[in-house]
Structure formats: structure tokens, C-alpha cells
């Protein structure tokens, strides 16, 4: 029981980890050098957003993972192109 509670649980974590990344992506420039892939993780983290509003924690996890992958992809091209 426990482990079930551990896995379905609110993604506080995730969600700050995506959070953080699209916002450093920002900071690196990422809405001229890399718009699309920014506005993807912003989606992304919207859809996350909503999906724990809704209690839905695994997809909001899984979105949240997602986005700060997508805003990682937009950083590195922002700093790197």
C-alpha cells in the first residue's frame, strides 16, 4: 500500500524541476533561439498543470518530465547555436 501511495503521489518534485527548467531556458534566450522547443515545454508544463489540478498525478508527472526535458532541449540550443 504504501508503495502504491509513493508512486501516485502529487509530482511536487517533477513539477518544480519543470518549472525551473523552462524558466532557465528562458533566461538563456531560448524565445529567439529556440522558440518552438520552448513553447512545446511551455505547453507541456500547462498540460501538467492542468492534469494536477484535475488529480490526475501520472500524467501530470509525466508531463512535467516532458517539459523539463523539452525546456533542457531549448536551453542547450539557445546556449549552444
Known amino acids: 500500500m504504501l508503495l502504491m501511495t509513493a508512486c501516485t503521489g502529487m509530482p511536487v518534485q517533477e513539477m518544480s524541476n519543470a518549472r525551473q527548467a ?3 531556458a528562458r533566461k538563456a534566450g531560448a ?7 520552448l513553447e512545446s ?7 501538467a498543470e ?5 488529480g490526475d498525478y501520472s500524467l501530470a508527472k509525466d508531463n512535467a518530465r516532458a517539459a523539463r526535458d523539452k525546456a533542457v532541449m531549448a536551453q542547450d540550443k539557445a546556449l549552444n547555436e
Request: aromatic share 0%; glycine share 4%; hydrophobic share 40%.
Open 22 to 24: 523552462v524558466e532557465a
Open 31 to 37: 524565445d529567439t533561439r529556440a522558440a518552438k522547443d
Open 41 to 47: 515545454a511551455e505547453g507541456l508544463l500547462k498540460d
Open 50 to 54: 492542468k492534469a494536477l489540478e484535475d
